[in-house]
Every structure is written in C-alpha cells, then in structure tokens.
C-alpha cells in the first residue's frame, strides 16, 4: 500500500511534523540524506504506537513509495539545500506531482523554484511553519502559498495537523500564490521579533528601575497572561523568568550573555518593508537593538565613558507597572498594524490577494506570536476587508484611546531614566504620526525644492510647484514656476 504524502528531511522539524501526521492516521514516508534519521524517525513513531512510519533509505525508494499524484513536505536547511533536494526529487516525479517546502525561505526563491518546477508540471507551494519543534509535532501554525489545486490536496492532511483553534478551527487555509506564504511567515517572524523586544523594554523597567526581583516580574507576567495581554510570548516570558541555574546558583536569565542573536527572517521583514514603502518602527527598532546588543565589547567600553541618569526614587510602582501594561497592549497593535499594512503592500504589488483576516486567524493557535489580541484584529479585517490601517479600526482605536497617557508616561520615564525602550516608543512614534492631519513633511519638501529642485505639492492648488527659494537661485537662472 504506497503512502499519503512523503516527508523529505528529518531534522527535529522534520521528525516531529512527520510524527505528527502519522498520528492524525495519514501514512507518511520519510527520507533524509543520511540515513541514520530514517531510523531515528521510524522508531520514534514505533514508540508512540501510531501509524507506522515508513521509512525509505534512498531517493527513489522514496519517491516510489508515494502514491500520485505525490505529495513531498521538504523541510531541509533554506537556500542551496533546498534547490538541491528540489532538483533529486523533482528528477524523479511526475506532471501533477506537488512539492511543498516548509521551511523559512526568502519569498523570491520559492517563486523562482516554482517557474523552474512548472515547467515539469510539478506544483510547488512554499509554506512558512511556525511553533518550533513542539508546534510541528503538536499543532503548528502553517503559512502556505502556491497553487490551489495543489493545496486543495493537502488541505485534509494540514487541516488535520495544525493546531486546532475553537472559534475558529485549524491554523492552516489557502493564502495565495507562491511566495504569499512565506511572505506572511516572514511578516510573522517581524512581528515576534516585536513582541519579544517589547516585553524586553517593559522587563527591563521592571527590572532596573522599579528594581522588581525575577520571581515578581515573572508574577507579572502571569497576571498580565490572563488579560487582553494573554500570549504565548508572555507565558513563556513567565518561564523564563523563574528558572533556576541548575550550574550555578541564582537564574538562568541573569546568567545569559546579553548578545541576541537572529537567523535572518527579522531583518528581510524589515528590508521587505523598505522596499515596499511601508513604515514598520517597532520591528525595526527589535532588529536595531538585536544588532547594538550583539556589540557587547563595545557597550562595555561605552559605559565606562556614559553613566546612566540616577533613578527617581519616589516612583510609584503601582502606577508605573499598570502604565507598563498599557504602554505594552497599545505598543503591540501599533506593532500588528505595521506587519499587516506590510503583506497588504506586498498582496497589493504582486497580485496575491491575501485576506488579512485569515493570516490573522492562521496566527491565532500553533505558533510564536498567537495571542488574544489576534481575536480583535481577525474580526476587525473580516468586519472591513480593506481596512486602511488597523489603528482606526473602531474597537481597537477605542483601546488605544484609553491607554494613551500610561503610554505617553511609560515612554517618559524611560527617556528621563536613560533606559532605551526603541520599540514602545517606535510604536508611539508611529501612532503619533499616523493620527495626524498635518506633519512637518511640508518644511522636508520646502528643503528638497531648495536644494534638488524636488517641486512640491500645495494644499490650495493642483499641480507640482517650484520656488525659486533666494536670491542665489535666482542669480542661476532659477525662476518661480508650475510643473
Ligand atoms: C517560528 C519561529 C522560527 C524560528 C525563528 C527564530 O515561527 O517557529 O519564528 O521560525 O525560531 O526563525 O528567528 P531568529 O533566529 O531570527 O530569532
């Protein structure tokens, strides 16, 4: 009896997304350039009594095992890795044939991939996958985009292996064509390094000026679980918190080096967001502090020169730490707002489509940045599909109305301490030259006309105007004129 669908790739992903379709009953086959995690994988499916899994040691034992048209989940290291697996497997398959890759992927390869592969008649989706290894073998969150067709095949197996949200049912369903897919994963990773930088920040203000020992932040952070605030970012937070070095004594946390490392998704959402226009402060401001922490010789040499303004003493923590709740809730829809505008730029430039409101619900279990706030921002985008912005959606700009001064507060007090917090300000800055009328871009285009000749735009006549802005301009030539 050939099997329903292939699993090519058995990294700790790959194992454990291979185990979670055996047990959901589909017959999966797995392959893996060395053989050893055939083994590995086979066994490990053997130990959890499911559906066995067959294991396949070459390449063509594989392909033959699956039955058509075949279904293969790559999940190997992005870039050359990739193209090499795609180009054995694909030698060995058919027209109708699909391929899906799971991993993080920059969007352009999975479309190049796809003109290569359509060629052979073979689909190709690219699908961003979300939860670590817990989420693969318990319920991810999966971000695919490719053909339709093709994805209506393989939706009864991704319906049945992502995890499973009540209101809303599982974390998968069509987002487009290629490349949307992993474009929404990418956007995904932007908005989690936001996340994470923000509850940075509000730990940080806990911490050195409220100066709250670890075991009362994390209870923080557990109380603030079972709010608006509730995420898994935040759980986990709690738990980090608390864990006691088993090396040494104290907590783990504190005996971390300060260094944030990064892959790379963060920084292609904020690339991506340059080159498509769209203003995304709060991600940015997570990558920008990853990059200055990474220099720690240099932070070390800096602050023998700086010492930090004294704290005031007569704060009153109570006020600051709800004002940190509130600074943190606003500061995080600012952050969705800017993520979500990106894949609408994105959708809008190359014709995807994607509807916002199911990324949003694809987000809402499985993976990294699932919280309640996701309910809120799927209703407001099914509730209005073209919605501009999600700031002014009207429940979610009521709940930034209401937090407005605690964020204003918080911003202040870390400014005044010396204490960064770049993305719950990034999130403010953003709010506040979003909401409103007038900005002083006019004096940056009086400035560009001066000195580029730029023209400008007028607010009580069409047209493009140029001043000819003193006399040395006139002295060359330069005149007053419409364009
Ligand atoms: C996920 C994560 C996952 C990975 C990140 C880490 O959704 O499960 O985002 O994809 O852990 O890529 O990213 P950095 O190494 O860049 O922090």
Redo the contacts with the bound molecule.
């Keep these: 009896e050939k099997c329903d669908v292939g699993l090519y790739g058995l990294a700790v992903m790959g194992q454990n997304f291979a185990l979670n379709m055996a047990s959901h009953g589909f017959k999966v086959c797995v392959g893996n350039r060395s053989s050893s995690k055939v083994d590995t994988t086979v066994e490990r499916a053997k130990n959890e009594g499911n559906v066995p899994v067959v294991g396949a040691k070459e390449i063509e034992e594989f392909i033959a095992r699956l039955s058509k048209p075949r279904k293969v989940i790559i999940l190997v290291q992005a870039g050359k890795p990739v193209d090499q697996t795609i180009s054995k497997l694909s030698a060995l398959m058919e027209p109708g044939d699909i391929i899906i890759d799971g991993g993080?992927e920059w969007f352009p390869n999975s479309i190049r991939r796809a003109e290569d592969l359509t060629q052979k008649g073979i689909h190709f989706i690219g699908m961003g996958?979300?939860?670590?290894e817990e989420?693969a073998r318990n319920g991810p969150s999966l971000m695919p985009g490719g053909p339709k067709q093709a994805y209506d095949l393989l939706a009864p197996i991704f319906e049945k292996c992502a995890a499973q949200v009540s209101r809303t049912g599982p974390c998968v369903g069509y987002l487009g064509p290629i490349g949307s897919g992993n474009y929404v994963k990418t956007v995904?990773?932007g908005i989690?390094?936001g996340d994470m930088q923000l509850i940075a920040e509000v730990y940080d203000v806990m911490k050195t000026i409220l100066k709250m020992d670890n075991e009362e932040i994390a209870d923080q952070f557990a109380e603030w679980n079972k709010t608006e605030l509730d995420s898994y970012l935040i759980e986990i937070t709690e738990k980090c918190l608390r864990k006691k070095d088993d090396m040494t004594d104290g907590y783990v946390v504190d005996k971390i080096l300060d260094k944030a490392?990064?892959?790379?998704?963060?920084r292609w959402t904020i690339q991506e967001a340059a080159e498509r226009g769209v203003a995304a402060p709060t991600m940015a401001a997570a990558l920008d502090t990853r990059l200055l922490s990474a220099r720690k010789e240099e932070r070390v040499a800096a602050s023998k020169i700086f010492s930090s303004p004294s704290v005031d003493e007569s704060i009153d923590k109570a006020r600051v730490v709800d004002d940190l709740k509130a600074a943190l809730y606003a500061s995080k829809i600012c952050s969705y707002a800017q993520g979500l505008s990106l894949i609408k730029a994105a959708s809008d430039e190359f014709n995807w489509n994607v509807d916002l409101s199911e990324c949003a619900r694809l987000w809402m279990g499985g993976?990294?940045i699932r919280a309640k706030l996701l309910d809120s921002i799927q209703q407001a985008f099914s509730n209005d599909p073209d919605l501009d912005n999600l700031l002014v959606d009207s429940g979610l700009s009521k709940e930034i109305i209401d937090r407005t001064p605690a964020w204003r507060r918080t911003v202040a007090l870390c400014t005044t301490s010396g204490i960064a917090c770049p993305s719950l300000c990034g999130s403010l800055t953003y709010f506040d030259t979003y909401r409103r009328e007038r900005l002083p871009a006019s004096l940056t285009q009086a400035q560009r006309d001066f000195f580029g000749g730029h023209t400008y735009e007028r607010i009580d006549m069409n047209g493009r105007f140029h001043t000819a802005w003193t006399d040395a301009h006139r002295d060359i030539g330069d005149v007053n004129h419409r364009v």
């Design positions: 993080n996958i979300s939860g670590g989420g995904h990773n989690e390094y490392g990064m892959k790379g998704t963060g993976c990294i």
